[in-house]
């Protein structure tokens, strides 16, 4: 059984080619994550891979297994969303730990998304001010504004409900017919 290491997560993730397609949403690249990371994700979801929080290149890649991995390994499911609490937790202790001024502002991002994945507003508020603070102006922050806003408004991701299991509101499903209103 080959290792997976800190390195080659960031490698995959960080590499040239890799970086167009971070939020395409493309089934090709699904199934690439799933060939890279399957097996790291399940590991680091089991705290199998704990011992990574030694280094800041660990914390973030166990923030990509647990936060960007199951999106695209479980596109559409509920388990795209399973794991975003011990993402969450890791990214608290990266910033509590200042290990996220120690990358440059692409791999910083990605300790910040767990913020701006989380459904409750202390986080989303948290996401735009590290955003804003720490990387700048950007496409990044007009995405976590919106998605501030989509909290502000509905205290959740309405675009979860049906994937959740959960009812949608009349003004949700009026929001999701909106031009726009997609992620």
């Given at each position: 059984?080959?290792t997976?290491?800190?390195g080659d997560?960031?490698?995959f993730?960080?590499?040239p080619?890799?970086r167009l397609?971070?939020?395409?949403?493309?089934?090709d690249?699904?199934?690439?994550?799933?060939e890279?990371?399957a097996a790291?994700?399940?590991?680091?979801?089991?705290g199998a891979l704990?011992?990574?929080?030694?280094?800041?290149?660990?914390?973030?890649?166990?923030?990509?297994l647990?936060?960007?991995?199951?999106?695209h390994?479980f596109?559409?499911?509920?388990?795209?969303?399973?794991?975003d609490g011990?993402?969450l937790?890791l990214?608290?202790?990266a910033?509590?730990?200042?290990l996220?001024l120690?990358f440059r502002s692409d791999?910083r991002l990605?300790v910040?998304?767990?913020f701006e994945h989380?459904e409750a507003?202390a986080?989303?508020?948290?996401?735009?001010?590290?955003?804003?603070?720490?990387?700048g102006r950007s496409?990044y922050?007009?995405?976590?504004?919106r998605h501030l806003?989509?909290?502000?408004?509905?205290?959740?991701?309405?675009?979860r409900?049906?994937i959740?299991?959960?009812?949608?509101?009349a003004?949700e499903?009026?929001?999701?017919?909106?031009?726009?209103?997609s992620?």
């Amino acid at each position: 059984m080959m290792t997976t290491t800190p390195g080659d997560v960031l490698d995959f993730w960080f590499a040239p080619e890799t970086r167009l397609l971070w939020f395409a949403g493309d089934a090709d690249f699904d199934r690439r994550v799933g060939e890279q990371w399957a097996a790291a994700h399940e590991q680091a979801a089991a705290g199998a891979l704990d011992g990574w929080r030694e280094t800041p290149a660990g914390y973030l890649a166990l923030i990509l297994l647990l936060d960007q991995a199951p999106r695209h390994l479980f596109r559409g499911t509920p388990r795209a969303f399973a794991t975003d609490g011990a993402a969450l937790v890791l990214a608290h202790e990266a910033i509590d730990r200042a290990l996220d001024l120690g990358f440059r502002s692409d791999r910083r991002l990605f300790v910040y998304l767990p913020f701006e994945h989380s459904e409750a507003l202390a986080d989303q508020q948290a996401s735009v001010f590290l955003i804003r603070t720490r990387i700048g102006r950007s496409g990044y922050l007009d995405y976590a504004e919106r998605h501030l806003r989509i909290i502000e408004r509905f205290g959740r991701f309405p675009h979860r409900n049906a994937i959740l299991g959960r009812e949608s509101t009349a003004e949700e499903l009026a929001f999701l017919s909106e031009p726009g209103s997609s992620f």
